[in-house]
C-alpha cells in the first residue's frame, strides 16, 4: 500500500504542480473554464495559488507525512469545490468524474499517512 500511495502523492503532486502553472500563465483553457463556472477572471490566480500549494505538500509529504496527511485533506477540499462549482454549472456526471476520482485517491493519501 506504501508504493500505491507514493505512486499517487507524485502522480497528483505533479498534475496540481502543472494546473497551477495554467491558471499563472493565463492559458486558454484556464481562462474558459472560469468563465464557464461563472467565476471572476482573478480566481485563477487564487486556484493557482490553491493548486500549488496542494501540490507542494503532497510531493513533500513523499518524506514527511504529515506534509502528505495535509496534502490529501487539501486536495479532497479542492476537489469538493470542484464538484459542487461543476454541479451549478450544470456540467455531466462524466465531467465531475475526475474530481471525484482524485478527491478519494487524495483522502486515501491522508488515511494511509496517519
Not at 504542480?17 to 500563465?25: G, K, Q
Request: glycine share 8%.
Amino acid at each position: 500500500m506504501l508504493l500505491f500511495t507514493l505512486i499517487i502523492q507524485v502522480v497528483i503532486g505533479t498534475l496540481f504542480a502543472f494546473l497551477s502553472f495554467l491558471a499563472f500563465t493565463g492559458a486558454n483553457y484556464t481562462k474558459e473554464k472560469m468563465t464557464h463556472l461563472q467565476l471572476p477572471a482573478y480566481f485563477r490566480y487564487v486556484t493557482g495559488f490553491v493548486q500549488l500549494m496542494g501540490g507542494l505538500f503532497m510531493q513533500v509529504g513523499i518524506w514527511y507525512t504529515t506534509a502528505a496527511v495535509v496534502g490529501g485533506v487539501w486536495i479532497s477540499m479542492i476537489m469538493l469545490v470542484g464538484i459542487v462549482l461543476r454541479m451549478r454549472a450544470r456540467e455531466s456526471i462524466l465531467s465531475i468524474t475526475p474530481a471525484i476520482i482524485i478527491g478519494v485517491l487524495s483522502i486515501t493519501v491522508s488515511v494511509v499517512n496517519i
